[in-house]
């Protein structure tokens, strides 16, 4: 048996459990039916929220219609603008950067394309407009395509806070926007609510902030171990995790033999264990202490994936990633 490809080129789909999508659905709706054009951040964020009076609407209506309006520009990827300001003073400098990063912006709501800095400025840039307190967040985004590998040494990515009653939560609009594939030359629109208010505990497993402050954790991961952590999809909606074991990312087998234990919220019909070439393994499955218990032979060096889903034939979720 081989799992669909799109399994594995699929990002993260769903984040927290705090919150119900229900709770969403006027806004998700205002956001998705909000096609008038704008170059004017201001007041695009303004007329998108006026019918909502809380700020966890006013979040989501713009965090949705982000996701559903800007695609990823994987050329402008490729080819970053090289970007410098020069002046003696550093009031000067603030100035022109200011003055450049509305001008990107601007651009970024013409064109309807961005990167992630683009699709951050544009969430903090309605979220001020709004009355909402915003940060941009730059770290380190772990790659779906190699999550267990070493950290580069600069950040490459970025993604928001949002203080909510007092309270800062995270989200990241570029991977709800959608995702590409291993050598972002193709975008796929594919709208991931998830990475909106995801627990702090959970987002640290694929968003590293170069700030430590921003994990928003008194447990706080390094550098060094960000990587070798498991990997949960704490997005993906159907089948929430409650909690999982090992934490460690790399399964290291006793007697030739492999465990996983994983509690859901609500536990998938069917489960597949498949090792990093979509190849299933015959696994036992037991129910201990609330914990499913998978166990299985190691198979050859490389990945361990866990997958769910409502049947034998139909797609699966991808839910925890180990290496081994």
Not at 95 to 122: F, M, N, P
Not at 210 to 221: A, D, K, M, V, Y
């Amino acid at each position: 048996m081989r799992l669909s490809l799109l399994i594995i080129a699929l990002l993260p789909l769903f984040s927290t459990v705090t919150f119900a999508q229900a709770t969403f659905e006027k806004a998700d709706a205002r956001a998705d039916t909000f096609g008038l054009s704008y170059t004017d951040a201001a007041e695009l964020a303004r007329q998108l929220t006026s019918p909502f009076k809380t700020e966890t609407e006013k979040a989501r209506v713009i965090y949705t219609w982000i996701a559903r309006h800007i695609r990823y520009d994987c050329e402008k990827f490729k080819h970053p603008e090289t970007v410098r300001f020069s002046g003696q003073k550093a009031d000067d400098l603030k100035q022109q950067q200011e003055k450049w990063e509305a001008e990107q912006i601007r651009q970024t709501l013409r064109k309807k394309r961005g990167v992630c800095e683009d699709y951050s400025r544009l969430f903090k840039s309605m979220c001020d407009a709004a009355g909402l307190e915003a940060a941009v967040i730059t770290g380190w985004g772990r790659s779906f395509y190699q999550p267990f590998r070493k950290l580069p040494k600069k950040p490459n990515h970025a993604w928001n806070a949002v203080k909510i009653d007092g309270q800062w939560r995270l989200v990241d609009v570029t991977w709800a926007a959608g995702y590409t594939d291993e050598r972002i030359k193709k975008f796929t629109a594919y709208f991931q609510p998830g990475y909106f208010f995801t627990p702090p505990d959970r987002f640290v497993e694929d968003h590293l902030p170069l700030e430590e402050r921003w994990q928003l954790s008194p447990c706080l991961i390094s550098r060094e171990a960000f990587p070798l952590t498991a990997w949960s999809n704490s997005a993906q909606k159907e089948y929430p995790i409650d909690d999982y074991w090992p934490k460690s990312g790399k399964l290291l087998p006793q007697d030739r033999q492999m465990e996983i234990c994983i509690k859901f919220v609500q536990t998938p019909p069917v489960l597949v264990v498949a090792s990093n070439n979509s190849l299933a393994l015959d696994f036992q499955q037991t129910i201990e202490d609330d914990f499913i218990v998978l166990r299985f032979k190691a198979p050859a060096r490389g990945e361990v994936g866990v997958y769910g889903g409502a049947d034998k034939k139909g797609k699966k979720e991808w839910l925890l990633r180990y290496a081994y």
